[in-house]
């Protein structure tokens, strides 16, 4: 059974730091690129991060540049997005993906993040 399960998701108060995990079980983790997307109330869902099998590169969403890191341990088979200088407008639920040759193939159930003071 494949599964993805997001945690480290919660409130945090703005300039504040969250690392969020995502831990995959039921497929070949290392054979998939990995992505993070967000979804705020009423608006869509946009990608935030990405990062290839091997980890050797990265692409991030123009608002979250400089500071939102992503990396992967294909040992512990967990993706991670460390969250630093947080805004209220990062307030969304926080999605993992599995991405084959460019298509999503596998969804996380979503964590929520909230910065507010």
């Known amino acids: 059974q494949v599964q993805l399960v997001e945690s480290g998701g919660g409130l945090v108060q703005p300039g504040g730091s969250l690392r969020l995990s995502c831990t995959a079980s039921?497929?070949?983790?290392?054979?998939?690129?990995m992505s993070w997307y967000r979804q705020a109330p009423g608006k869509e869902r946009e990608l935030v991060a990405s990062?290839?099998?091997?980890?050797?590169?990265?692409n991030y969403a123009d608002s979250v540049k400089g500071r939102f890191t992503i990396s992967r341990d294909n040992v512990k088979n967990t993706v991670y997005l460390q969250m630093n200088s947080l805004k209220p407008e990062d307030t969304a639920v926080y999605y993992c993906?599995?991405?084959?040759?460019?298509?999503?193939?596998?969804w996380g159930q979503g964590t929520q993040v909230t910065v507010s003071s």
């Open positions: 039921g497929f070949s983790f290392g054979s998939y690129a």
């Open positions: 990062i290839t099998r091997a980890g050797r590169s990265t």
């Open positions: 993906a599995a991405d084959s040759s460019g298509h999503i193939v596998y």
